[in-house]
């Protein structure tokens, strides 16, 4: 497959110091105009970050998902960009979402009878997403 036939550009491939990854493969890269940046030495968590994001979005979503094209793969991602950003707790903030202020704390503890939540089901039920109602 040539690059331009996948119908994106690029300008860098980031990758890291693999042996299997020969100057004949860099030289594939830099024949297309693309940059190849190699990852620091010795250096384990340096995309840390977002190989756990990936780690997640693989175990909640693709992996629960048959995909058909691209088109719906791209889909697929923005609606879960949205749930995991706008709505899915996260450990690190205390249970809200990176866009989303801490919920509040319910008032009369011990009364689930009063409480009226809801569910919204997000690419035809994978992703859920549950609100208390006013």
Known sequence: MDLQDSGAA???LIRDRDSRCTAAFDAVF???GITVVKTGIK?????AIMERWVG???SELLDRTLIVNQAHLLHALREY???YNEHR????????APLRPLPQQIAKLGRTDELDVRRRDRLGGVLHEYQHTA
């Open 30 to 32: 830099h024949n297309e």
């Open 81 to 83: 960009e949205t749930f």
């Open 89 to 96: 707790p996260h450990r690190a903030f205390h249970a809200a």
């Open 10 to 12: 690029g300008k860098y």
């Open 56 to 58: 997640t979005c693989r």
């Open 43 to 47: 250096v384990p968590r340096m995309n």
